[in-house]
């Protein structure tokens, strides 16, 4: 079984931080050389956007334009959890953040990810 499990989400300021969890489970998964997980977001009325994504092996991450340097991505295999490190946060990163793992690398088109979290939200206040 697949499950992925956000956390963390919640009412931020601007300016402030926040650092969104997901705790992964991959067990079905024969290999993982070419597994990413991804954090994507959705807000009211607007298509899902990617956000930024990191190969499990941890050695390589990719971000969107509108958080590099706000956000950063990271993992602990230790725990089979990615977070998502949010500062300088702004009132458009208000959204529902998900989760979701690829078994073919970074991806940031939504339909390359095979599975996904319930998802977190995120209320950036100004």
């Known amino acids: 079984q697949v499950q992925l499990v956000e956390s963390g989400g919640g009412l931020g300021q601007a300016g402030g931080s926040l650092n969104l969890s997901c705790e992964a489970s991959l067990r079905t998964f024969s290999t993982f050389s070419t597994v990413a997980v991804g954090w994507f977001r959705q807000a009211p009325g607007k298509e899902r956007e990617f956000v930024a994504a990191i190969k499990w092996t941890g050695d390589i991450t990719y971000y969107t334009g509108s958080v590099k340097g706000r956000f950063t991505i990271s993992m602990d295999n230790t725990k089979n959890t990615v977070y998502l490190q949010m500062n300088s946060l702004k009132p458009e990163d208000t959204a529902v953040y998900y989760c979701?793992?690829?078994?073919?690398?970074?991806?940031?088109?939504?339909?390359?990810?095979?599975?996904w979290g319930q998802g977190t939200q995120v209320t950036v206040s100004s």
């Open positions: 979701a793992a690829s078994r073919i690398g970074i991806m940031t088109s939504a339909k390359w990810y095979d599975y």
